[in-house]
């Protein structure tokens, strides 16, 4: 897997202020002002959150590295941060309850009918293509957000959630590391499969679902919303995944397609137990203080997901692109 790392073309005042400091070397100022005026889910915003975190992992082509450091573009990325986790907190129900919450999660609604049905019953092949570019910027990144709060937990639930992560990082091979398996799929489906690539195709509501792993990676004090989010990806993925893998059948795609999902559906539901006994079990024993953020994790996750597959059925059901540009 290759990186297109080439900065991308602002959005608006805030993510214009991030990317001309990055290609030259003014102080990233932007007014309180600015940052209090900007809509907390919106596209400014958010590719200004993304190309901030995006210095913790490959980052920018010409984009000097001691940028990942810089005291006053941290300042500024806190600022962006206190816009959108309090709204965050705003959308989601709270509580301390992480049995309620997981077990939500468990039981698929079977009135519900989201981006996987849609594209089981009757999705087209440009809108697959679609959704693979969306989530691609998850994808390729996958696993990665989730390391950060390894050296943040103890006992058991260290151990346990190491265990799923080498998992995810392929069991130590690297031809089998899920990021890969992605990458292949993209290749399969004649899109491109550099680490990057659709960054500038990705709408705010993708950039959010990346961008909530990693402001709660980078955070400590989120340590337990970082592990509710992670078990809730666990949880939700093997009915999701099923429903990929065949859909991806029916359109005629190959086994190069379908692998990626069909990794899925075993591991993770071997996942999930772990996520919940053994990393969350151990986590709120040693810290039930943390339940409230661990339920958090869980609910914004929900959130975050379900108004990016909104914005999807919406797009698609009126014939349109979900993506900012369309693909070649």
Known sequence: MTVDATLPEPRGPLSETVTVALAGDPPPAASPEVVRAAEPFGEDLHLALYVCYELHYHGFDRVDPRWEWDPELLRLRRRLEDRFLPALRAVCPGGTDTETALGGLLVEDPDAYGVSHHLLDTGRWWEMREYLAHRSIYHLKE?????????????????????????????????????????????????????????EHAPAQTLATVNLMSLFGLHRALRGALVGHFAAAEITTPPNADRMARALTRLRAGPECTRFFTEHIEADAVHEQIMRRDVIGDLLAREPELAADVVLGIQATAYLEDRLGAHLLECWRSGRTSLRRPLP
């Open 143 to 199: 696993a990665d957000p989730h390391a950060w709060v390894i050296p943040r937990l103890r006992g058991e639930s260290k151990a346990a959630l190491v265990a799923v992560e080498f998992d995810e990082f392929g069991g130590g091979r690297g031809e089998r590391m899920h990021a890969k398996l992605f990458a292949d799929l993209l290749d399969g489906a004649g899109l491109d499969s550099r680490y990057g690539r659709y960054l």
